[in-house]
């Protein structure tokens, strides 16, 4: 059983489309997170719920809307995509009290033209 | 500021040696958790090995160890009996904001390991 899933792995699209990225994790933990990595391998922080609610937005573009309608589940939606939203966007989810790591999910590769 | 710091973008390491990642990082939370995470080419975030702010002893997981300085503020990855497969990109993170409840996982920029046969 994937333990943080991420769909679709793979989103080839063209500028000033709108797009949705859908994220599960069966691991009953409390909180999730979605990362941005660039081309240059450095990997930010973009948003972090917690049982559904927005803990942490990280000065991300308004165009990007996460959703939390469980606490399984953490969607991000794009809206008039730019070609600098091109990026590998990750899943991540850890339990509190956080002595564990975040697991993370395969990723999903953004690509805008 | 950065928060973590690896200041080696690339390392070579001979199959069988034991190599060792830099990271220092930066907090003013006292209570904070170290983490090394790899990333091999195909892509995936693999984790390695984690060490608490408050843990006396350094952590071991296998072949790798991580070397707590707190007062150096240094978290340092070692692996030993390097391995072709330990080729992969390595991020150190730490996770701070446990008082303010924020828990978030912050990320270096990277060190790319390059095991050679």
């Known amino acids: 059983d994937t333990a943080v899933s991420q769909t679709p792995k793979y989103l080839v699209t063209q500028m000033g489309n709108d797009k949705s990225i859908k994220c599960e994790q069966n691991?009953?933990?409390?909180?999730m997170y979605w990362y941005k990595q660039d081309s240059k391998k450095f990997l930010k922080i973009m948003f972090s719920?917690?049982?559904?609610?927005?803990?942490i937005n990280e000065t991300v573009p308004n165009r990007f809307s996460p959703k939390s309608p469980d606490k399984a589940h953490l969607n991000l939606h794009i809206n008039s995509l730019e070609l600098g939203d091109s990026a590998v966007y990750f899943c991540?989810?850890?339990?509190?009290?956080?002595?564990?790591?975040?697991?993370f999910g395969q990723g999903t590769r953004l690509t805008v033209v | 500021a950065q928060k973590i710091t690896q200041t080696q973008p690339g390392m070579f390491v001979q199959e069988k040696e034991a190599v060792t990642l830099d990271c220092t990082y930066d907090?003013?939370?006292?209570?904070?958790?170290l983490f090394w995470y790899k990333q091999p080419s195909s892509g995936e975030m693999i984790f390695l090995i984690y060490?608490?702010?408050?843990?006396?002893q350094n952590a071991t997981e296998g072949r790798y160890s991580l070397n707590f300085q707190k007062a150096r503020k240094s978290a340092n990855l070692v692996i030993s009996a390097s391995q072709l497969g330990d080729s992969a990109m390595y991020f150190c993170?730490?996770?701070?904001?446990?008082?303010?409840?924020?828990?978030?996982?912050?990320f270096g920029t990277g060190t790319r390991l390059k095991v050679l046969a």
């Open positions: 907090t003013s939370d006292p209570s904070y958790g």
């Open positions: 691991l009953g933990h409390d909180t």
């Open positions: 991540a989810s850890s339990q509190r009290p956080y002595r564990t790591e975040a697991f």
């Open positions: 719920y917690n049982n559904k609610e927005l803990i």
């Open positions: 060490q608490g702010s408050y843990d006396q």
């Open positions: 993170a730490m996770r701070e904001g446990e008082v303010s409840g924020t828990y978030k996982y912050i």
